[in-house]
């Protein structure tokens, strides 16, 4: 009987450890989600600031955040890009 008791408490270990890896792979793959999210939306914030890619390196040099220029939505960027 004790043996029977034993084993059920080690097959619930091996459960418990098997989900939790589960949830570890998953927090991985969540976590790798939101950074993904992140960076698009800080080359969404980049695109829209209508810099050229030297400007924008002087920019971050140059203390980028106490004179941050006003950001143009990248689709608005892209329209006045056709009315010029």
Same mark, same amino acid.
């Given at each position: 009987?004790?043996?029977?008791?034993?084993?059920?408490?080690e097959r619930?270990?091996?459960?418990?450890?098997?989900?939790i890896a589960?949830?570890?792979? &998953?927090?991985?793959?969540?976590?790798?989600?939101?950074? $993904? !999210? /992140?960076?698009?939306?800080?080359?969404?914030?980049?695109?829209?600031?209508?810099?050229?890619?030297?400007?924008?390196?002087?920019?971050?040099?140059?203390?980028?955040? &106490?004179?941050?220029?006003?950001?143009?939505?990248?689709? $608005? !960027? /892209?329209?006045?890009?056709?009315?010029?």
């Amino acid at each position: 009987m004790a043996a029977t008791k034993l084993d059920r408490i080690e097959r619930d270990i091996q459960k418990t450890k098997s989900k939790i890896a589960e949830m570890q792979k &998953q927090l991985k793959e969540l976590e790798a989600q939101k950074t $993904e !999210q /992140e960076n698009l939306q800080i080359i969404q914030l980049v695109r829209g600031m209508n810099m050229k890619p030297e400007e924008f390196a002087a920019f971050l040099r140059s203390g980028a955040m &106490q004179a941050a220029p006003t950001a143009t939505p990248y689709h $608005e !960027q /892209e329209d006045n890009a056709h009315e010029e």
